[in-house]
């Protein structure tokens, strides 16, 4: 833990007390979106201290070119840049022509903020006394519509204490924004229209080189004492910025508000030249309802979201306001409604990493979606991925792969390759095999095998392709090998043989073969596109099924143990707990080298094999490897400490699996990593759900069956959570006493627990 200065409550995040060394962290905390766009927690108004300020729309990236000192053969052009947007929210505020910033006030007192996750807005109240002494109260509550997704709203009040004043609200539209996160500090964006009509403003830019254009747009009204005012703005029209002007004479204990609604328009949904008059129809229906009845619809649709998705703890409020806190922010990012986007690892947060999305979103999301929401959203992730295909088969090809093999990215907005990191792009290759083990685990879990055949089977072979080409057989070994890799350790780079890759290597193969027989024996017309698409031939399986059958793992007799990779072993082997504090966090503390020699782990990286592959392997050997590797693991990755409370859990260590829960459901709550201001760890949040539905609900799907073997840490009274298994919703509340079970549904189904058949009916609970 490294800064505590969130108040614990069950369902908001709130800041108390201004702090300007704060600010920058509680801008990522406080964030907001709704799946189409998002914003760091900026103040409205003036501030010249420490920010980093951020708007987002999602899908709209910039290819920022390549920055390395020596170029590889191979490398791609660009890294494609989350865009900080055209900036909406801007009111700027002055009292009696002196500039309200939190940074010169004389003084700054009664501070709030305020996330409301359950309702799903945002709001900041303070008592500021200007440089003028002049002393004011300020009220603004801002959300962005979840029915309206296109739009925002803000309501912001002053309220005038020391004696009768002119406040003057200045707001505003500007495209002079630059990115925190550039490589050659290239301008990203083309203002080309800038416009007002009334109390609506508008500006018009687009993207230099991906051409994504976009209208950003804003509507302004006063209020006086809750009523609407005659003052008409002053219109100011600049070269990237547009302004409303308005002046109001306010008398102590009067108040003044500023309704405004604002947001973007893009030519991923309207032609470019209906772009301003999409803006105007988007104002005309949010301008029927005011600020009020939107923020009502607001309400009610994040009550039908928790309705769902909401994990109640009992007992244990920093727990519980963690947990909503990730489930928040997840479904603030990705809703799906859109299968052109994804789940990015900031999400709408911040700049950092870039990209649309990593291999967590197979490994981490899908599951959270799977239960939470419909089939057709989790369906929407894999479509991302198949139409993605044959980018990740031109990907392949840059490497000198052939005949269909598929890579698919580590990063991409669009399903081509644009990370630069060697050692990451080229060798960080196990992101493959999570694409196929999603495919499995949404099968699995929705019964929805059409998939399979409509789509995911030719991922599969892509996939299959790759992983026969990528492995050479060794004559010393006798063995098929893995060489120049990357697991997911990212503390060891170009290693040879990691055991989790060459572990996914042959499960892919042998999932493909599976797949492609149940296609050809239910699905011919499917399975005959697929060959005629693919030119797959009986020799080339043939050649895969050696592969897999005579992969190479690595394994110490000595410790009975499958190495992390083959040399494993020749580390000096010296454990986190006898590292100096001082030497934490090892990734800001120490060299590359020294790391990349050192036995430290990043994240589970056996035991990420161990928990996907779970029924390969024995409780016993679970163990055996939990007690050797979990030792070495620094976890400072925010994916790791999920994983390993899962694994804890599943050891019955239900202390350490509560620890590590609450390390990953507070990781940026108590910023663990020292990097909360950069933003969020939006697809690590989904790790947080798994491990306590996974973890200590131990929901898993086993034999075609729903099974649970429920565990309770000390610390709580008790858990409750819903899963939406193929289409039926099963509460699920557990104590140290008993599990209680409901099924919404229109028939029985049998579940397990602890092993034991229980049957479930309609409206009935049933308590175990």
Known sequence: MNQDYIKADNWSIIEEGFDKEQVKSSESLFSIGNGAMGQRANFEETYTGDTFQGSYIAGVYYPDKTRVGWWKNGYPEYFAKVLNAPNWIGINVSVNGETLDLNTCKNVSDYRRELNMKEGYYKREFVATLPNDIKIGVEAIRFLSLDIDEVGAIKYAVTVLSSDAEVMFDSYLDSSITNEDSNWDDKFWNTTGVSSEGNQAFIEAHTMKTNFATCTFMQSHLLYNGSSSVVEPHIIEEDLRVSQTFKQKVKVGETVALHKFGGYTVSTNYKTSRLVAAAKEVLREVSQLGFNDLLEK?????????????????????????????IFQLNQTYLGTDSRLNIGPKGFTGEKYGGSTYWDTEAYCL?????????????????YRYNHLDKAIENAQKLGFVNGAALYPMVTMNGEECHNEWEITFEEIHRNGAIAFAIYNYYRYTGDYGYIPEMGLEVLIGI???????????????KYVMLGVTGPNEYENNVNNNWYTNYLAKWCIDYTLEQIGKVKDGYADDYKRIMGKTKLNDRELENWKKVADNIYFPFSEKYGIFLQQDGFLDKELVQVKDLSKQDRPINQKWSWDRILRSPYIKQADVLQGFYLFEA?????????????????????????????????????RME?????????????????????????HITSMAGTWMSIVE??????????????????????????????FRNRIIKVRVTDKETTFELNGDTEMSIRVNGKRVELIPGNTIMV
């Open 616 to 652: 390969d392997f024995s409780t016993e050997s679970l163990e055996k490897h939990f007690d050797f590797y979990e030792p070495f693991t620094v976890h400072e990755s925010s994916l790791s400490p999920c994983v390993h409370s899962i694994q804890a859990a599943k050891l019955g």
């Open 367 to 383: 599951p959270f979606y799977m239960a939470t929401k419909d089939d057709k959203v989790a369906r929407k992730l894999l479509k």
């Open 464 to 478: 299959s392709r790759f992983w026969h080409q990528r492995v050479n057989f060794s004559e010393d070994k006798k």
């Open 298 to 326: 607001q309400k009610q649709a994040w009550a039908r979201i928790w309705e769902m998705s909401d994990i109640v703890i009992e007992g244990d409020v920093k727990a519980q306001q963690g947990i909503r806190f990730n």
């Open 656 to 680: 350490q699996a509560y620890t590590f829960y609450l390390r990953t459901s507070r990781l940026d709550l108590d910023d663990y990593n020292k990097e909360v201001e950069e933003g969020l």
């Open 695 to 724: 973890g200590f609900g131990g929901m898993r799907v086993v034999d075609d069956k729903l099974s649970f073997y429920p565990q309770i840490p000390k610390q709580w009274k008790a858990f409750a959570f819903n899963v939406n």
